[in-house]
């Protein structure tokens, strides 16, 4: 079931009618559905019913206090990259117990912090950082949790810029070095070693890469039994695809059995990091019609939104489905346009030779679907423009969860030294 639906010729978020919303807020906005989200969360965790599992949401993909707060309700933990997403973890009502810090270089003042707050595992990605963090843990007079994270030389068949698990990627250590760090590790008196790690990479429409890392996962594990270090917990990463055009990625239930097969015989409890899954879909970017251009070579829709409010599209090529809010009719002559932002850039394009409804004209609205993740989290105020409001439904309800930036907060952000008086 699909919570972003024409009622009566208009889209709605749930009970809610995007022109309205548009009206109050605003345009452009980030929108998302509290019933998408909860019924991706609660059907990827219930892939794992009957495993000791937890389900730790990637805060990267969309860091909302209310986005966080509504799985929190639900039981998640949190995976998070800095001392700033595991501050929005905790302030959202995620249990410490429940908080895994991932990432490939912590500070000192992240690793105490961490420690302070007594979070559930610190995954290190380097023998730098391990040796840091044995550092840090001996000063406060802590011993701190650890997994390494592991690189399993295993190309996940995605974006070359989000693969995260070939040898020529920054992440994790090389697996094959993983039984001599993890002996070290053993013997630091400011670590106690708990788990082992692995994230190959985002965006992956099919199991075989998972398979083939979490097989390679189990045999380091049994290995370092024979060497008297016990894993007890095995943090898969997240990963799993979503549609986006049409792609047909594995559905949790059957991700859930692969990792019956490759792990479940380990007796671990297993820990999943899944982002773009959850929120994903859940979300849109809604943004008005400015001009239409009709050049020599293209017409172009000219939007408010731009490519700092959604990066993925300039970033990746990623493709975004775009709509009209009010929904074409049967009969409607459509027009082949390029759909682009205001900003000076040529890669400022939401989309190219995309089919929106002829008469399209400027102060319609568009909403560029699936953009709930890796969306509001990686925008930016280039060519100062002001961060973009966000924008929560549920039900007949909604709220902003975050404001609209002003200009002049924007600006107001520099300084001028006092040479320049
Ligand atoms: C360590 C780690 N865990 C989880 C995720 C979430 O990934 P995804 O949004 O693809 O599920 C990422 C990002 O790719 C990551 O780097
Ligand atoms: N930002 C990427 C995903 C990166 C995942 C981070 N480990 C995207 O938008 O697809």
């Not at 609660?42 to 009957?50: E, H, I, L, P, T």
């Not at 549609?243 to 671990?268: F, K, S």
């Not at 959850?278 to 000219?302: P, Q, T, W």
């Amino acid at each position: 079931m699909n919570h972003f639906e024409y009622v009566d010729g208009v889209l709605n978020a749930e009970g809610v009618s995007i022109s309205e919303l548009a009206e109050q807020v605003g345009t452009p906005f980030y929108c998302y559905s509290t019933a998408t989200l909860e019924r991706h969360y609660k059907v990827y965790a219930s892939a794992f019913d009957g495993l000791d599992a937890t389900v730790c949401y990637a805060l990267k993909a969309n860091s909302n206090q209310a986005v966080i707060k509504t799985l929190a309700k639900l039981g998640a933990g949190a995976d998070v990259v800095s001392v700033g997403e595991m501050r929005r973890a905790l302030r959202a009502g995620i249990a410490p117990s429940k908080v895994i810090f991932s990432g490939v270089g912590k500070a000192d003042a992240e690793m105490r912090e961490a420690l302070d707050a007594d979070i559930a595992q610190i995954n290190v990605e380097s023998i730098p950082e391990l040796l840091e963090l044995n550092r840090v843990a001996l000063d406060m007079g802590k011993k701190a949790r650890i997994a390494l994270r592991i690189n399993p030389h295993v190309d996940a068949k995605t974006h070359e810029k989000i693969a995260t698990g070939k040898a020529e990627n920054k992440f994790g250590i090389d697996w094959t070095r993983a039984i001599e760090v993890y002996r070290d590790a053993a013997a630091m008196d400011g670590i106690e070693v708990t788990g082992i790690a692995m994230h190959i990479g985002s965006q992956l429409t099919d199991l075989t890469p998972f398979r083939e890392a979490f097989t390679r996962l189990a045999g380091l594990v049994e290995e370092l039994r024979t060497h008297g270090i016990e894993i007890k917990n095995l943090d898969l990463g997240g990963g799993l695809g979503i549609a986006y055009q049409g792609e047909t990625p594995p559905l949790p239930d059957a991700y859930g059995q692969m990792v019956r097969e490759t792990v479940g015989h380990l007796g671990c409890h297993i820990t999943l990091e899944p982002g773009r899954l959850i929120v994903g879909n859940a979300g849109i970017l809604v943004s008005r019609v400015m001009y239409i251009k009709d050049g020599e070579a293209k017409r172009f829709v000219i939007l408010d939104a731009a490519m700092n409010d959604l990066i993925r599209p300039t970033l990746y090529n990623a493709y975004h489905e775009i709509i009209a809010v009010s929904e074409a009719g049967d009969g409607d002559k459509m027009a082949t346009v390029d759909v682009v932002g205001p900003v000076c850039e040529t890669g400022d394009t939401f989309g190219k030779d995309r089919k929106l409804p002829d008469n399209l004209q400027p102060g319609d609205l568009v909403a560029i679907c699936s953009a709930g993740a890796y969306g509001a989290v990686m925008s930016s105020t280039y060519n100062t423009r002001a961060l973009t409001p966000e924008v929560l439904v549920s039900g007949d309800k909604f709220a902003v969860i975050r404001e609209r930036q002003s200009i002049d907060e924007l600006i107001g952000l520099d300084k001028i030294p006092g040479w320049l008086d």
